[in-house]
Structures are given as structure tokens and as C-alpha cells.
T-cell receptor, first 114, second 111 residues
Framework: GENVEQHPSTLSVQEGDSAVIKCTYS??????FPWYKQELGKRPQLIID?????GEKKDQRIAVTLNKTAKHFSLHITETQPEDSAVYFC?????????????FGKGTHLIIQP | ETGVTQTPRHLVMGMTNKKSLKCEQH?????MYWYKQSAKKPLELMFV???????ENNSVPSRFSPECPNSSHLFLHLHTLQPEDSALYLC??????????FGDGTRLSIL
């Protein structure tokens, strides 16, 4: 089955700096890669996703890059703000994420230092 | 956002009790999922239902029994649980080939 590795487990950055979280996956058949943000005591919320037919996707301060050859994808957050502090999870699946379970990484606790 | 609603939010039960978790989605989605979130572990997929039919059982012990009476409702029946089953149980739903939306979860504690 699919295995997703996520690094680092904790990331502390100064407010205004950029943050990068990296994930690797094992199953070359995976074609859908979402990122979720989970604040303490709250539900995971989708912040951005990418499908295997594109290499990069951007939404304001958030971007995701995908390298299918290396089976590697990354989340980039620029101009970090205090409200970006949360746990971020990467995931992978086949079938575009619909009616197909997600395999998650262990999560990255992002801390934005004021 | 209240698209996916889970009840109860918290549940404490003994190992010999029987209880059920409920999930309801108001998004018109066709697929529903149960995940388990334990401390220091990734979210683990438990079950997948598509159009009320179970399409995936991720080697979950039989003390967890899912039920999906229609595309809007999903239950997780619990009996004879173990202390290691204490976790946050998250329900999600999606339209085919679209992102999954999560509920707030049920925090389960086994005494």
C-alpha cells in the first residue's frame, strides 16, 4: 500500500519568513495530493491540492509543487502570519481523491514566532 | 462550516460497553469515510463507502462495525473496545474525484 513520509515534524519560523514542508510517497499510481491544516481542537481543513498532471499550483501565499519522478511534493507558505500556526498534513491517493481513502503523513507542527 | 456533522463530540466508555458514533453530511456527496487520529500518528483510514456500499476496509478489527444506511449518514458501532482505541474519530465526505471534507470528530476515551 501507499506510504507517505513528511518532514519536518516541527518547524519554527519568524513571522514574515517562508515555510516549506516536504512529503514523499511510495506508490507511483497515486495521482492526487492534498494538504490539510488542522488547528488545535478543530477539523482538518483542505488548504490546497494538486493532481499529477500539473507540477505546481499557487493560491495567494500558499503553493504546492510536485515532482512525479522523485515522488516528492512540497508545501510552500510565504509571508507567514501568526494565524498560519497549526499542524499541516500532506496526503496521497489514487482515483483523484474521490471514493478513495487518503494516506496521510504524520504532520508538521508549524510555529510562527512573532 | 457545518457541512459534515459528527455526534457526539466526546464519548467516554468502558471496554464492555456498546456505543455508536454518528456522521451526517449536508453537502450532497456520494462517498463517506471514517478515519482514526491518534497522538503522534498519521490519520489512518478505516472505512470507505461509495453510494452506500463499502468499498474499503483498511484491516480494521471487527470490534468496529460501520453502517451506511444512505449517502448522507454514516455510523460507527463500537463494542468491546481496548484502551488503544482511544483517539479522535473523524468522518469525511466527498463527491467523486473531489476533495474530502472533514467533520469535527468524536473524541473517544476508553476506560
Amino acid at each position: 500500500g501507499e506510504n507517505v513520509e513528511q518532514h519536518p515534524s516541527t518547524l519554527s519560523v519568524q513571522e514574515g519568513d517562508s515555510a516549506v514542508i516536504k512529503c514523499t510517497y511510495s506508490d507511483s499510481a497515486s495521482n492526487y495530493f492534498p494538504w490539510y491544516k488542522q488547528e488545535l481542537g478543530k477539523r482538518p481543513q483542505l488548504i490546497i491540492d494538486i493532481r499529477s498532471n500539473v507540477g505546481e499550483k499557487k493560491d495567494q501565499r500558499i503553493a504546492v509543487t510536485l515532482n512525479k519522478t522523485a515522488k516528492h511534493f512540497s508545501l510552500h507558505i510565504t509571508e507567514t502570519q501568526p494565524e498560519d500556526s497549526a499542524v499541516y498534513f500532506c496526503a496521497a491517493s489514487m482515483a483523484g481523491g474521490g471514493a478513495d481513502g487518503l494516506t496521510f503523513g504524520k504532520g508538521t507542527h508549524l510555529i510562527i514566532q512573532p | 462550516e457545518t457541512g459534515v456533522t459528527q455526534t457526539p463530540r466526546h464519548l467516554v466508555m468502558g471496554m464492555t460497553n456498546k456505543k455508536s458514533l454518528k456522521c451526517e453530511q449536508h453537502l450532497g456527496h456520494n462517498a463517506m469515510y471514517w478515519y482514526k487520529q491518534s497522538a503522534k500518528k498519521p490519520l489512518e483510514l478505516m472505512f470507505v463507502y461509495n453510494f452506500k456500499e463499502q468499498t474499503e476496509n483498511n484491516s480494521v478489527p471487527s470490534r468496529f462495525s460501520p453502517e451506511c444506511p444512505n449517502s448522507s449518514h454514516l455510523f460507527l458501532h463500537l463494542h468491546t473496545l481496548q484502551p488503544e482505541d482511544s483517539a479522535l474519530y473523524l468522518c469525511a465526505s466527498s463527491q467523486l474525484n473531489q476533495p474530502q471534507h472533514f467533520g469535527d470528530g468524536t473524541r473517544l476515551s476508553i476506560l
